[in-house]
């Protein structure tokens, strides 16, 4: 419970007490004039300039009644203003000291979560090099193989065509020795053509086992690699896990004029006009104020004082 004295008047609070009950603990205020309001609302035109300065009058007299109501409920106002903020105060001391912990235990959850992430994200990047290494070694290995047998083959081809020439010059001697010239000749002209084209399909075997190794090379590719992400930690009520805030960070605004300028429709939406400032030049300046966008309109008022 507690109890507030303004004015003579007590005013009881309680956990229980409905707020209309501790309003109608609150005197109501009594203008000075009763019957102000009753006689002001039946103006309803003026019928000469004397009517006019009587609805003057009569407005500092509302404005003067207005002034003693609002410092008459000030002190009400203040008591319940400064109840509520040391009620405000002590709530947060209780509810703040809840809120650090779960904080501190989000914090921590999140840790968590983020060094598994890091060690997933090793493990997925060691697997992937592993599995790049194969790769890399099995095109090798194919490489090598089709070098190989390049080798190979050229080494037998450079075999049969020396044995083949070997025997043509025999068999060529042998016709000179017979006296047969132009079949000696004709052998070795064979023989040659023959060599020739024996090189020939040497070569063409050697380019296809190359072109064969090239293409088994590209379509040897690296195992796929896929590490499932960490199991997400069972939820806890009132804890969740932290969802990334953006802020704008400002630089030069020439920048934003400009580009507003070169494209109105893209960037003309983040610009604002400068109330404060503009409000001020055109209190100083009058009508002679100009700037784009911006029109002076002229305003008339009236100012009326409180009686004392």
């Known amino acids: 419970m507690s109890t507030a004295t303004e004015n003579g008047n007590q005013i009881i609070l309680t956990m229980s007490t409905p707020p209309e009950r ?3 603990q609150v005197p109501r205020y009594t203008p000075a004039r009763q019957n102000l309001l009753d006689t002001t609302k039946a103006i309803v035109v003026f019928a000469s300039p004397e009517d006019r300065e009587i609805a003057l009058n009569y407005a500092r007299d509302l404005q003067a009644e207005a002034k003693s109501a609002k410092a008459y409920y000030e002190p009400y106002c203040a008591v319940i203003y400064d109840l509520h903020k040391r009620m405000v105060a002590r709530r947060d001391t209780d509810v703040n000291a809840y809120m650090g912990e779960v904080d501190r235990i989000k914090g921590m959850v999140l840790a968590y979560d983020q060094e598994q992430e890091r060690i997933r994200r090793e493990a997925e990047e060691k697997a992937m090099a592993e599995a790049r290494r194969k790769q890399a070694a099995e095109q090798a290995r194919i490489a090598e193989e089709a070098r190989k047998e390049r080798e190979r083959i050229m080494e037998e081809a450079r075999i049969a065509r020396e044995k083949a020439e070997a025997e043509a010059l025999e068999r060529a001697r ?15 002209e064979r023989a040659a053509a023959e060599a020739t084209a024996k090189a020939e399909q040497a070569e063409r075997e050697a380019h296809a086992i190359t072109e064969q190794a090239e293409r088994e090379v590209l379509e040897v590719v690296a195992e796929p690699i896929i590490i499932p992400p960490m199991p997400a930690p069972a939820k806890v009520g009132g804890v969740s896990k932290a969802i990334p805030k953006y802020r704008p960070v400002f630089g030069n605004v020439r920048d934003l004029i400009a580009a507003a300028a070169t494209n109105p429709d893209a960037y003309a939406q983040y610009l604002t006009f400068n109330d404060k400032a503009i409000g001020a030049a055109v209190r100083a300046q009058g009508d002679k104020f100009r700037c784009p966008g911006v029109e002076v309109v002229e305003e008339t008022g009236m100012t009326i004082r409180a009686s004392k």
């Not at 042998?174 to 070795?188: Q, S, T, V």
């Open 22 to 24: 501790i309003l109608a």
């Open 174 to 188: 042998k016709l000179e020795a017979e006296g047969k010239a132009k079949a000696a000749a004709a052998e070795i």
